[in-house]
């Protein structure tokens, strides 16, 4: 089942395919420890979205030996999104913002680069500005009448809250996390120190707290003339955000589609984000407590929760008419298949 929070994008999406976009990248503040569980170390963070990227498109990781994991061992998100399209006749594209490790698979090179610590700067005012506008590009090229976009950026969470902040909104206590500890009070210091020597001009301020990923994902909505789902958690909510800073608007054609893990999680609070920024909200209903998989039971703790366009895909799927019985158990087939790999 598909649940509408703020606004209608259920039924302005029901029935409606268009290409699954995943956007990769990485920044540095991934390698800060205990502040990203996307990846079993955070050295390992930095290969998660290309592995991520390998294994929608393929069902398998080149450049780590297996899927990228939390350091508790339960396994990516990219596992339910390639399951809930594998129902449906789309396209997927990867999108690569900027990723310290390139996936070895075909990919859409926006030309950035890896963001840096937010703490010194994320993103050079040329390199945000590139990223943007080779996001602008694609996404008029994109012809559709909608397009989901997903995301893989192990830190983004905390570069979220560093965006939301210094645009003015509640950034880190309502933030998200891949933990279900989220490190709050890490998060504040990175995103405190950031915003202290972050510029005041709107633009180089998103870009200096920013990630190469949520720039990109901003760039394709605002050249895209369709329905764009933004599909991922709070992260997509400081997407919203750029978007009003660049377009007002743009929100009235954008909506977010999460997952009921981001709903339920009590650290964070995408609901009241996205009511203050204005933007439509909607999530999809599936739960893992009867799964006979103790990793995807997790994600009920509030493990992993949500990545790589979990929710949206999701949604999609039961949108266009998939039970939400049928997409766990083809999620459980997915899963089933790595661990016997
Ligand atoms: C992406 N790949 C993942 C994953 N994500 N593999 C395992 N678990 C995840 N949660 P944080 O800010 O805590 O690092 O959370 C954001 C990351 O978690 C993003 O990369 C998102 O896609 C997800």
Redesign the pocket.
């Given at each position: 089942m598909i649940v509408d929070l703020l606004g209608n994008l259920s039924e302005r999406i029901k029935g409606k395919l268009g290409p699954f976009i995943l956007v990769i990248g990485t920044t540095d503040v991934?390698l800060i420890p205990g502040?990203?569980?996307?990846?079993a170390s955070p050295e390992l963070?930095m290969f998660?979205?290309a592995a991520?990227a390998e294994f929608l498109m393929t069902g398998k990781c080149k450049v780590i030996d297996s899927v990228?994991?939390?350091p508790d061992g339960?396994?990516?998100?990219?596992l339910i999104t390639r399951a809930s399209l594998s129902f449906l006749k789309v396209t997927r594209l990867i999108a690569n913002a900027g990723s310290r490790v390139n996936p070895k698979i075909p990919f859409i090179n926006l030309n950035g680069e890896p963001g840096k610590d937010i703490r010194y700067g994320g993103l050079r005012r040329e390199v945000g500005e590139g990223i943007l506008e080779q996001g602008v590009i694609l996404g008029e090229n994109l012809k559709s009448d909608i397009i989901y976009i997903g995301?893989?950026?192990?830190?983004?969470?905390?570069t979220a809250a560093a965006v939301l902040s210094g645009l003015g909104y509640d950034g880190v206590s309502l933030v998200s996390?891949?933990?279900p500890v989220n490190p709050k009070e890490l998060k504040k210091r990175v995103v405190d120190q950031a915003l202290k020597s972050a510029p005041k001009e709107t633009l180089e301020r998103i870009f200096w707290l920013s990630d190469p990923v949520l720039i990109a994902v901003a760039g394709i909505a605002l050249g895209f003339k369709g329905v764009t789902v933004l599909s991922?958690g709070t992260?997509m909510a400081a997407v919203a955000a750029i978007l009003k800073e660049l377009d007002k608007g743009k929100l009235s054609n954008v909506g977010i589609a999460t997952t009921r893990w981001i709903i339920n999680d009590s650290s964070s609070n995408l609901y009241s984000l996205a009511k203050e920024i204005g933007i439509n909200l909607t999530y999809s209903n599936v739960s893992f407590a009867e799964s006979k998989f103790n990793g995807l039971r997790a994600y009920e703790q509030g493990y992993?929760?949500?990545?790589?366009g979990a929710g949206g895909s999701m949604v999609m799927s039961l949108s266009s008419g998939v039970s939400s019985q049928e997409l766990v158990r083809r999620i459980e087939e997915v899963y089933s298949s790595l661990i016997n790999a």
């Open positions: 991934s502040i990203s569980f996307a990846g963070t998660t979205p991520d990228p994991v939390t339960i396994p990516t998100p990219a995301e893989s950026v192990p830190g983004g969470t905390t996390s891949s933990s991922g992260q992993v929760k949500e990545g790589v």
